[in-house]
Every structure is written in structure tokens, then in C-alpha cells.
């Protein structure tokens, strides 16, 4: 049925040619963000207009409430983990810990992005609510950002040929609406090894988290994302253990609270065996994002068939290009079989704008009108009405 109803699908619409969209330095201008003394946004993301995929967001991201486990998720031995920070009311407990970390950073003379202020109770999360730790643990990702966009930002054009490997990129979305990114490991050129500009490859995922974070995302809604990692062909001498331990570092270090679980899939027996030891002492919170997945079939439970390749147990045909990111629309229900629906409007990215798009902490001195409100781009009213 997948098959048929993508046959079915409209074709993607044309787009005119655009000046690339840069995250421009002076998005925002105001001495504070989020309570923290703040300088303005560095350019991280430059896309041209032709390589934003027309369904990076779905429409019915409008009308989508997340449910609590989305929000908060809760563990068997009573700790918890929030996992939606912006725009959405916090705890007592969060907004105590949160001024904390404000003073702190005062009394340390730190200042920040915005976008790495708006990160402040990820930091927190990550911290165990130690404030103190978790402004070293902001600073520090204040400093990456600093030192590795300092050149300019990362941009479509640079990261295109690299794109057509298929070793990282988007593909899907769950039943909560969080897109996969994919990885294939194996894909990753020798060339590259023996070149030693493995680099190349942290730049691309680099690229995919920065687009994720512009063009993936409504604060308060969806600010998760999955990660399917696909071992296939590879046993335990062949995994490359620095490229995805530098997946890891980058992911856990500079894009923290982001990555909602972990799919590992087609792994060996010796490597599963081992895998299965090594999980056996992982804290709760590993354990929920970490899925060695015995059966590719699984993914099912977590989306809708066309939104997964066949050989990750989806209907979808595996696929030969990667970017612009290939995208089908809904329906996300898991386990849906009806394939991508042909009425589906695109450029739903488009009505937020770059400040739209990073968010804000829950402020208890304005309304809840005003800590819920989106800042929208000026073709929202056009996308909107559709």
C-alpha cells in the first residue's frame, strides 16, 4: 500500500531561487536572553533555499499536543528526565535551580548565544540540577560554538557531495513527530580514513543538527529528535569506533537533551552479546535511550511504514539520495500501512522565524500567554492558511 500511495504523491513543488537563509548574527540584539547575559547569535547554518526539503516540518505540527511521557519521561526508580524545555511551564524546583545558574554565571562573568541560553535546563537535566556544574557544562558548549563556526557557518553547499555517501542524514518521523536521523557507518569512505579527514563526517552530522534545530523543531511541541544507527555488515573489528564515538560526544556534549533514543540496528551476535553485558549497568535514563533492537520489525512500534526504509522494516524503498532530505509527509501513526498522504502542505517550516525556531524558558513573571507565544517569519501567514 506504501508503495502505491507514494507513486500517488504530488511533485514537489517548484522553488524559486532565493538568497541562502543565514542564521544572521543579529538575530538578536537584546543585552539578556533567558536571564543570561547574552552577545549576538554567531551564523551557524547557511542552506540555500533549493536544498530545504519542503516537508523538513509537517503541517499538523499545529495542531499536535505532546503527550506527558514526551515532555517528562519517568523512570521505575523515581527519577525523571524532561525532555520539552521551551515554551512550556517548568517546575518550582526547575525555576529555583535555574535562577541559581543565572547568578552563577553572573558571578563568573559569562555570556552566551542565545541559542545556548535557551539550552540553560538541558544543561541543568544533564548536571543533575547542580547549577554550578551546569554552567561549566554551558560554557563549555559556548566555547565549542565559538571556535567552530568562528570560520562561518556550516553550509548546504559545502556538505552536498558529501551528502550523496548516504553515511548521515534525515529520514521520517515518529508517531510523536521527532524525525530520525539515520547513520550508516559503513558507508564511510576508506578514503577518508586513510586521508584522515574523518572530519568530514562530523561535519555533515554537524550540518544535519544544525538544520534539525532551524527547520525540525516547535519549541514546547517537538524538540527531540531519534537516532537509528545501522551496523549492518559490520563485526567487531570493523566498527569504527572513532567516528561514533565522535557521534556520541558531539551529540551528548554540544546538542544535549536532543537526542530522545537510540536505535541500533542490524548488529552481529558477537557484537548484540556484548552490547547486551554493556547495557546490563547503564543507568535508567541510558537504558531508555539506548534500543538494541533484536528485529528491525521493531521500529514499527514507533512509526509509520513509509516513514522507514524497507530494510529498517519499513515500505520504503532504500534509498539512493539524501539530500535535500527526503521526506515524506504523514500520516506518523506507528504501524500505519496507508503510505504518505498526497494533500499534504508544504513549507511548514517556514512560519517560524530563526528566533521563532530557538525558543524560550518559562519566565513565571509573564503571563502564559506570553511564555507559550511563537515568534513567527513573514511567510507564516501564507503557509498557515493554506
Not at 547554518?45 to 511521557?69: H, K, N, R
Not at 563549555?140 to 548521515?168: C, H, L, N
Request: charged residues 25%; aromatic residues 10%; positive net charge.
Amino acid at each position: 500500500a506504501g508503495a502505491g500511495a507514494a507513486a500517488d504523491l504530488k511533485p514537489l513543488p517548484r522553488r524559486r531561487e532565493r538568497p541562502s537563509r543565514t542564521l544572521p548574527a543579529s538575530m538578536i540584539e537584546a543585552c539578556t536572553a533567558n536571564g543570561f547575559k547574552a552577545i549576538p547569535e554567531i551564523p551557524s547554518l547557511a542552506c540555500s533555499e533549493d536544498s530545504i526539503a519542503p516537508y523538513s516540518l509537517p503541517g499538523e505540527v499545529w495542531g499536535f499536543t505532546p503527550p506527558p511521557e514526551a515532555i517528562v519521561t519517568k523512570f521505575k526508580n523515581g527519577d525523571t528526565e524532561r525532555k520539552i524545555h521551551l515554551n512550556i511551564e517548568l517546575s518550582e524546583s526547575e525555576l529555583d535551580r535555574l535562577a541559581q545558574m543565572r547568578q552563577e554565571a553572573k558571578a563568573v562573568g559569562a555570556e552566551f548565544y542565545p541559542s545556548v541560553a535557551a539550552m540553560a535546563t538541558r544543561f541543568l537535566s544533564r548536571a543533575r540540577m547542580d547549577p554550578k556544574k551546569a554552567v561549566k557544562l554551558m560554557r563549555a558548549t559556548q566555547d565549542w560554538r565559538s571556535e567552530y563556526f568562528k570560520k562561518g557557518p556550516v553550509s548546504s553547499a559545502e556538505v552536498t557531495e558529501d551528502m550523496k555517501y548516504g553515511i548521515v542524514y534525515f529520514t521520517g518521523r515518529d508517531s510523536n513527530l521527532r524525525p530520525a536521523i539515520v547513520i550508516r557507518a559503513a558507508r564511510i569512505p576508506q578514503q577518508w580514513y586513510q586521508e584522515k579527514c574523518v572530519d568530514r563526517f562530523i561535519r555533515l552530522l554537524i550540518f544535519c543538527m544544525e538544520y534539525f534545530t532551524r527547520y525540525m523543531v516547535v519549541p514546547g511541541k517537538i524538540e527531540n529528535l531519534s537516532v537509528i544507527v545501522d551496523m549492518q555488515g559490520l563485526g567487531i573489528a570493523q566498527v569504527p569506533l572513532g567516528p561514533l564515538g565522535e557521534v556520541y560526544s558531539v551529540m551528548s556534549h554540544h546538542y544535549i537533551g536532543r537526542v530522545y533514543k537510540f536505535y541500533v540496528c542490524n548488529v552481529s551476535y558477537v557484537l548484540g552479546s556484548i552490547a547486551g553485558m554493556a547495557k546490563s549497568i547503564l543507568t535508567d535514563r541510558q537504558k531508555q535511550k539506548l534500543n538494541m533492537l533484536s528485529n528491525v520489525s521493531e521500529l514499527r512500534k514507533d512509526f509509520a511504514l513509509h516513514q522507514l526504509e524497507e530494510d529498517f522494516g519499513g515500505s520504503r524503498t532504500v534509498l539512493t539520495e539524501f539530500f535535500p532530505f527526503p521526506f515524506y509527509p504523514g500520516p506518523y501513526t506507528a504501524g500505519c500501512a496507508t503510505g504518505p498522504c498526497s494533500g499534504a502542505v508544504p513549507d511548514a517550516h517556514d512560519v517560524l522565524s530563526a528566533a521563532g525556531a530557538i525558543g524560550k524558558l518559562w519566565n513565571p513573571r509573564r503571563s502564559a500567554a506570553d511564555n507559550t507565544r511563537l515568534e513567527y517569519g513573514p511567510r507564516a501567514a501564507v503557509v498557515l492558511e493554506r
